[in-house]
């Protein structure tokens, strides 16, 4: 297969402004922005009590949590269907086949990666860290903040997954969006139809983009890693 | 006569079955600096940690300022009036002055104030030329330097260090020792767990052995 040419035609989409591209790439970013801003506060400080508070159940709801990161992203996508179905339990707000229903999705799938990774980069935590915040006079809302702001790459790090998780998954987005275009067609499903159409270009621009923003906020991430310089 | 500033009324900690130890009654009076001693594993710093409220599964209580405290349930207000330091304090990965500033925030004291005592924790711990220099590569002894610092900021009524010295290289042990000698002449009240000589043979403290479950004054 000749890839040279569908790449030419892949940069002309680019960089000739092709708004049908823009559309898609737009959808994709904001929806993923969105989810992750809103899901991420509630993750990380879930993650930080199932790290740092010991109560009945604690081991067992880890485990969930750590289950949901292996739960296929379609099954996750066909229980919102289900309840954002005109019959379904929320069918009255109409979001199915919306950006906001694929914005649900990845704030579902992009949940148990923030949680998993903020355990992990509590429990790494220096126990100082909480006691000294305590010991100079901070009470426990503040020395938690505390410790979740000397291990903010380790929550940063959080974050990009979860971002990264979501800006590029596919079946949910299909099965929530319906990958309308114009409407709720983005980078992946995008991706996906094109491909099956034999229309290369598309594809290819779109992984470019795709490949960017995943290289962007990881260099974004070490660069600010870098500026702390403090590890 | 006036009443102490912290008296240890029926201190006890044990690990299961075995008895660390058991303090029936002490006293430190206020303005007073003590050196607390004892072969490893005796309980210094669990003594130390208790009196700062972060060990809540002692037993007993005490009185600070004549009010009665039961360690398992450690009033919040005394965390404004006791301040421990780790044997090896931990320095937040922000600045100097962050560090310096941050239980004087938790206090609510106004920013000209803060300043304030920022400069001037900076200069008693002789720290000016490092005030540009992330905490994390501070020497040692300029870590245990702003740790100490930064608690005396705070102008507790009791302030609790860990072996201090342990860990410094002979200029690091000279620079803290003089702190210690400072806060002493400043009629702080202080309580220092360590195995250093140098500490233990400072004039004007009181030394308190912690061996095989009792706490005793120490005599010479």
Redesign the interface.
């Known amino acids: 297969m000749d890839l040279l040419e569908p790449t030419r035609q892949a940069f002309a989409l680019l960089f000739g402004g092709d708004p049908e591209l823009w559309r898609i790439i737009w959808l994709s970013l904001w929806v993923s922005v969105a989810a992750i801003a809103l899901v991420a506060a509630p993750s990380i400080a879930l993650g930080f009590l199932l790290a740092k508070r010991r109560f009945p159940g604690q081991r067992a709801a880890v485990v969930l949590v750590q289950a949901l990161l292996s739960f296929p992203t379609v099954v996750i996508g066909l229980v919102i269907y289900l309840l954002l179905s005109r019959r379904g339990p929320l069918g009255s707000f109409d979001l199915l086949f919306t950006p906001w229903a694929i914005m649900v999705g990845y704030m579902v799938i992009a949940f148990p990666i923030l949680v998993v990774f903020t355990i992990s980069a509590t429990q790494g935590a ?1 126990p ?2 909480y ?9 426990r809302l ?1 020395a938690s903040l ?1 410790t979740l ?2 291990v903010r790459f380790g929550i940063l790090a959080a974050v990009v997954n979860g971002f990264g998780r979501a800006i590029s998954e596919v079946g949910c987005a299909i099965m929530v969006g319906g990958n309308i275009a114009g409407l709720t067609r983005n980078i992946p499903t995008a991706i996906a139809l094109e491909t099956t159409k034999g229309d290369f270009a598309q594809g290819i621009a779109l992984g470019f983009v795709l490949m960017a923003v995943a290289l962007g906020v990881n260099v974004l991430l070490a660069l600010l890693q870098g500026q ?4 | 006569m006036s009443a102490p500033l912290l008296a240890l009324r029926g201190v006890r900690k044990a690990f299961g079955a075995r008895l660390l130890f058991e303090i029936e009654r002490l006293s430190f009076e206020g303005g007073g600096a003590y050196v607390l001693v004892g072969p490893n594993g005796s309980g210094k710093t669990t003594l130390m940690r208790i009196l700062a409220g972060l060990d809540r599964e002692a037993g007993g209580g005490m009185d600070f300022r004549g009010e009665p405290a039961a360690f398992s349930a450690y009033p919040e207000r005394l965390r404004r009036s006791i301040v421990y330091v780790h044997q090896h304090p931990y320095l937040f990965h922000t600045s100097l002055r962050h560090n310096l500033e941050y239980g004087l925030r938790r206090r609510g004291l106004p920013a000209p104030e803060r300043a304030r005592r920022v400069e001037e924790a900076i200069a008693w711990a002789g720290l000016e030329p490092r005030r540009a220099t992330p905490p994390a590569k501070l020497s040692g002894g300029e870590k245990q330097r702003a740790a100490l610092a930064r608690a005396r900021a705070l102008e507790p009524e009791l302030l609790l260090l860990d072996e201090p010295t342990s860990n410094l290289d002979r200029d690091g042990r000279a620079q803290t020792l003089a702190l210690l000698a400072q806060l002493r002449d400043e009629r702080r009240t202080v309580i220092v767990a360590c195995h250093d000589q140098e500490i233990i043979g400072l004039a004007g403290f009181t030394r308190l052995r912690l061996d095989d479950g009792r706490i005793a004054l120490q005599s010479g």
């Not at chain 1, 006691?131 to 009470?139: D, H, I, K, V």
């Not at chain 1, 702390?228 to 590890?231: N, S, T």
């Open positions: 220096d100082r860290i006691e000294t915040a305590r010991c100079l006079g901070a009470g503040a505390t702001w000397e702390g310089g403090l590890r």
